[in-house]
């Protein structure tokens, strides 16, 4: 299986700033990353696909990046909003596995 | 509008079987692939497997493909999952998906609970 690792686990922050969050995989996959981001009891929504493909509806703030292993995430000036957790999934091959996810909290 | 209701969930003995549902509308089901992924209290994301637009076939994650069968009833408008001799570990968060192409997962469910315990 493809393994997905996210990092941070945990990053804090204040409003106003602009982050990165990294997913790397344990091989290969070209340009088949997904994001999605979780809000505290809600359901999870995908927030880019293709690693770097955005999604109707989704701010402009949140953009991907990268190929082959390593790949990212980028809120530009996070709001209050986009505290929640944040996967990636892969679907390069079956299982279609996802990361544990990297928190985005508060400072 | 997209809408996935799941149903189905709730507390269950270990060895059980339990039936998950999922009803959708604001789309073409028949049209798409289908998806379950599980969530653990832990937080940990699992994709379970996937069915056909036409529900001639499924494809699993392989620890779980023994216990889990995913079907469909295209009139309607529904997706299943069979669960048999569940675990404690089968404790999670169950969300129904629906998929786009690479698979990703472009709308999910609200999610149902399944507790397995004595």
């Known amino acids: 299986n493809i393994v997905l690792t996210q990092s941070p686990a945990t990053l804090s922050v204040t409003p106003g700033e602009s982050v990165s969050l990294s997913c790397r995989a344990s091989?290969?996959?070209?340009?088949?990353i997904h994001w999605y981001q979780q809000k505290s009891n809600e359901s999870p929504r995908l927030l880019i696909k293709y690693a770097s493909q955005s999604i109707s509806g989704i701010p402009s703030r949140f953009s991907g990046s990268g190929s082959g292993t390593d790949f990212t995430l980028s809120i530009n000036r996070v709001e209050s909003e986009d505290f929640s957790i944040y996967y990636c999934?892969?679907?390069?091959?079956?299982?279609?596995?996802f990361g544990a996810g990297t928190k985005l909290e508060l400072k | 509008e997209v809408q996935l209701v799941e149903s189905g969930g709730g507390l269950v003995q270990p060895g059980a079987s339990l039936k998950l549902s999922c009803v959708a509308s604001?789309?073409?089901?028949?049209?798409?692939?289908m998806s379950w992924v599980r969530q653990t209290p832990g937080k940990t994301m699992e994709w379970i497997g996937d069915?056909?637009?036409?529900?001639?076939?499924?494809n699993y994650a392989p620890s779980l493909k023994n216990r889990f069968t995913i079907s469909r009833d295209n009139a309607k408008s529904t997706l299943y999952l069979q669960m048999s001799n569940v675990r404690s570990e089968d404790t999670a968060t169950y969300y129904c998906t629906r998929e786009e192409l690479a698979p990703y997962f472009d709308y999910w469910g609200q999610g149902v609970m399944v507790t397995v315990s004595s």
């Open positions: 999934q892969q679907s390069y091959s079956s299982p279609y596995t």
């Open positions: 069915i056909k637009y036409d529900g001639s076939y499924t």
């Open positions: 091989q290969s996959i070209s340009t088949s």
């Open positions: 604001g789309f073409t089901f028949s049209d798409y692939w």
